[in-house]
């Protein structure tokens, strides 16, 4: 690639209370142990009452603008990525806009689920290289506490609230992102959705008695579908930047559960140490996922200055997206 993009700089916002597996115990028919088990999850945060998606957005935006030493005026694009929006219409990248003070400038929203950090980073390095754009301030953010069905064992225990934000800049030739393999099957939709609320079944009295404003999984079916998906998105990746795994200094997977992360190093055939998992103090985060563990491993010192590493995310559609990037280099 001629002119590439890169991340110049990361912030994550996490809410303030934290709902650990023995709070869990107290309120449905679960244990600590059930759960560190099964998903490796210990604790999560969930959000206050008056936090919603684009709050939790503006604070690790706020961080990524600081950390990539910009300001809201400079950036020329917005890319949200969550499945649950304050509302459905206005989009959370405008009310992002907005809060930020932002120019008057594109404002997206990108609906993949817990894919959906990993597209945005795809759109925004597309409108970088085309030349549409020359700062891209791309987050995900999800409040998925608020659809939850806090009485539903199998899948109360799984989720938490975060968000997480990457501003890109143009990169030098051979730096940056190298390679961006996407991917969605609609066959998917029937394992995990959230069924009422839109043009289909409209929000009524009925659909919130049958608990359709729920979200709604089928765990084991989106489990096998995870541990095929992710190592062969992952390996297309790397295919396309012509890297093969033992090229690869870090992995930063979707963390839904940590079984579904080793079982993806053992298939793609990088060791564990290389992959960074937080998965057990934030639960599933969905669109936030990806960007708070690659915030946290920069922060702990994982990542460095020309290390190649992967990003693979899974989620609802079914979609998936994995990409590559050579850390720094921004031109
Ligand atoms: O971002 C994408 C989001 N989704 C995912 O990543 C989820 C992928 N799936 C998974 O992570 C796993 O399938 C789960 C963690 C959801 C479930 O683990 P599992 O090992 O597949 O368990 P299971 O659903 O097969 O259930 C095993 C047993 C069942 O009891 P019986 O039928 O064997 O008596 C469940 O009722 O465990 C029971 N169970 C629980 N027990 C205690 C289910 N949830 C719980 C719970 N506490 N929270």
Not at 204 to 232: D, I
């Amino acid at each position: 690639m001629e002119t590439g993009s890169t991340i110049v700089g990361l912030g994550r916002y996490a809410p303030e209370r934290t709902l650990a597996n023995h709070d869990l115990a107290r309120m449905v028919d679960t244990t600590d142990g059930w759960i560190r088990r099964h998903t490796g999850i210990e604790e999560r945060r969930i959000a206050a009452a008056h936090e919603a998606s684009s709050d939790l957005a503006y604070g690790a935006a706020r961080e990524a603008l600081e950390a990539a030493g910009t300001g809201p005026s400079d950036v020329d694009l917005i890319i949200v990525g969550t499945a649950t929006p304050d509302m459905p219409f206005p989009n959370v990248s405008c009310l992002l806009q907005d809060r930020l003070g932002a120019r008057s400038i594109g404002c997206l929203d990108v609906s993949c689920a817990c894919s959906s950090f990993v597209y945005g980073l795809s759109v925004a390095h597309g409108a970088i290289v085309s030349g549409q754009a020359d700062t891209v301030l791309v987050v995900g953010t999800d409040t998925l506490s608020r659809i939850t069905n806090w009485r539903d064992r199998s899948t109360c225990v799984l989720f938490g609230d975060a968000a997480g934000a990457a501003v890109l800049r143009p990169a030098k030739p051979g730096s940056g992102f190298l390679s961006f393999a996407l991917g969605g099957s609609g066959q998917g939709r029937h394992h995990l959705h959230l069924k009422a609320g839109g043009s289909r079944h409209p929000a009524s009295h009925e659909t919130v008695a049958r608990g359709e404003h729920f979200l709604w999984m089928n765990g084991p079916e989106v489990y096998k579908f995870a541990v095929q998906t992710m190592p062969r998105a992952a390996a297309d990746a790397l295919r396309r930047a012509r890297l093969a795994p033992d090229d690869v200094d870090f992995v930063i997977p979707h963390q839904a559960n940590l079984r579904i992360i080793h079982s993806v190093s053992a298939r793609l055939g990088v060791p564990m140490e290389k992959f960074f998992v937080n998965v057990q103090r934030y639960g599933n985060t969905s669109a936030a996922s990806i960007p708070v563990a690659l915030y946290e491993a920069v922060g702990a010192g994982r990542v460095s200055p020309g290390d190649v590493g992967v990003m693979v995310a899974f989620g609802a559609g079914y979609t998936w997206g994995a990409c590559t990037i050579r850390w720094g280099g921004a031109a």
